[in-house]
């Protein structure tokens, strides 16, 4: 029961970070560092502590610290890259929950400290955070305002025809 709540609410997060990613300018700076190192951080993060960081193995194009914006890199990760991890990630973290119980949830993974609630909410709180940067970059830069599913209509399936609100649908 609490992990069919967790798996929906997950795939509305990830559904809202699509959102935050097809809205925004992947070039725009945010504090120093283009959106697309966010995007990279947000998905990286999510693949790394979602489920056990500690038997994580890094993707095959990542460099040491190109997951951390504020650090200095020459790498550039164009976008076809990173919707291909960010579906795999997607992918990943479904058929994850698809295998927890509820009971398991209090469980600790192999070798890590957090149960698997903890690394579950943690991820949540941290993407959120980051969708609303990436939000705020695109408010600022079209006026517009990006959709955000909420629980009710992601639920009854009622999602946006526009991917910013307010706009009118076809």
């Known amino acids: 029961m609490f992990v069919d709540a ?29 959106a697309w190192r966010y995007i990279y951080h947000i998905i990286h993060s999510c693949d790394k502590y979602f489920i056990n960081p500690v038997v994580f193995e890094e993707p095959h194009f990542h460099q040491p610290d190109l ?18 991890y960010y579906e795999r990630t997607r992918e990943k973290i479904i058929a994850y929950l698809n295998t927890l ?29 980051h969708i609303g940067i990436l939000n705020g970059i695109t408010i600022s ?9 909420n629980a ?14 307010g706009t009118e649908r076809p």
């Open 101 to 129: 119980s509820d009971e398991q949830l209090c469980e600790t993974p192999e070798k890590c400290h957090l149960s698997r609630f903890e690394l579950i909410l943690g991820q949540h709180r941290h993407m959120y955070a």
């Open 67 to 84: 997951d951390w914006p504020d650090a200095p890199s020459n790498v550039i990760l164009d976008c076809g890259l990173l919707w291909a």
């Open 152 to 165: 009710s209509n992601w639920t009854m399936r009622n999602l946006p025809d526009s991917l910013f609100a």
């Open 6 to 34: 967790i798996k929906s609410s997950t795939e509305l997060m990830l559904y809202n970070l699509g959102i935050s990613m097809k809205t925004c300018d992947w070039q725009a700076d945010i504090c120093g560092a283009p």
């Open 141 to 149: 830069h079209t006026g517009q305002y990006p959709h955000i599913v």
